[in-house]
């Protein structure tokens, strides 16, 4: 029996949050500065998200609490007959309640929220060492027909 | 010697020639429909990228002539200290041009309109069939840290 969590845009007040939960990662603790008061940096691209119709920043919450998050990012393209894709990105549920088929819900409501959106296509990336995501993206149906190329400006 | 090509955003009218060089393409063949009149789906993601201030997209010209196309997203992020990232997508050249040099200076341009943005990272993902396309990339500095997941929708 899975645990019921709700959905709803994040707004600022819970982006100290959305931070630590992207810090307490094993790739994240390396990237992230959570810190209070959170760097200027944060709130900026909050901002810059929350100002975008084609970005949502999505908050999953279960008995009031946030216990995930994850950004969907809305995207027209000429390429498979003018089809709208949406993109998954940022993806992390907290410690304490893995386990419990969270991030499952997590990505079927950013699938419904695609169709909503009339997206043909859902796409995200994963880093190779992350095996566990990898595993579980498989299950839900995604395939890895993909490389994920990025190249870091200094 | 490379063949110096010019940058600018696409217009209406060159949209029958992007969706062709997207259908003459080992894919892209099986997906598109380049028609005349061309189907009305292309013209709205037309006017969609158009009216989005994130999404770009480009064509290269040789001589007035259109021999590539590439679309840029910019899109914020709270992971990774709030930073913006960009997304190429639908990289496309003339089968005329090929070995010119042309796909070397089109994403060169993409990753300095990428700084310009104030971009942190350049991604993309490309097929695992597209066996020239990986090596290029991985020529041009990026790495193959991601798996690239798709889900079709319907």
Redesign the interface.
């Known amino acids: 029996m899975e645990t019921a969590v709700e959905f709803r845009n994040a707004v600022r007040e819970d982006?100290d949050r959305?931070?630590e939960m992207?810090a307490d990662d094993m790739l994240?603790k390396e990237?992230?500065?959570f810190e209070q008061p959170l760097?200027n940096?944060?709130?900026?691209?909050?901002e810059?998200?929350e100002a975008?119709p084609?970005?949502e920043?999505i908050v999953a919450c279960l008995d009031g609490e946030i216990v995930g998050?994850q950004?969907i990012?809305f995207?027209?393209?000429?390429?498979?007959?003018?089809?709208?894709r949406a993109?998954i990105?940022?993806v992390r549920t907290a410690a304490s309640v893995r386990g419990k088929g969270i991030g499952r819900q997590m990505i079927s409501w950013a699938?419904e929220r695609?169709?909503e959106r009339g997206?043909?296509?859902?796409?995200?990336?994963?880093?190779?060492q992350r095996e566990d995501a990898?595993r579980f993206?498989g299950q839900?149906?995604?395939?890895?027909?993909?490389?994920?190329?990025?190249?870091?400006?200094e």
Chains 1, 2 share one sequence.
């Open positions: 982006l959305i931070v992207l994240g990237r992230e500065r760097p940096f944060y709130i900026q691209a909050f810059a998200i975008d084609n970005n920043l998050v950004q990012t995207t027209p393209y000429i390429a498979r007959q003018g089809s709208w993109t990105e940022g699938i695609a169709k997206c043909r296509m859902v796409q995200l990336t994963s880093d190779k990898l993206y839900l149906g995604f395939e890895a027909t993909h490389e994920g190329l990025k190249l870091q400006l």
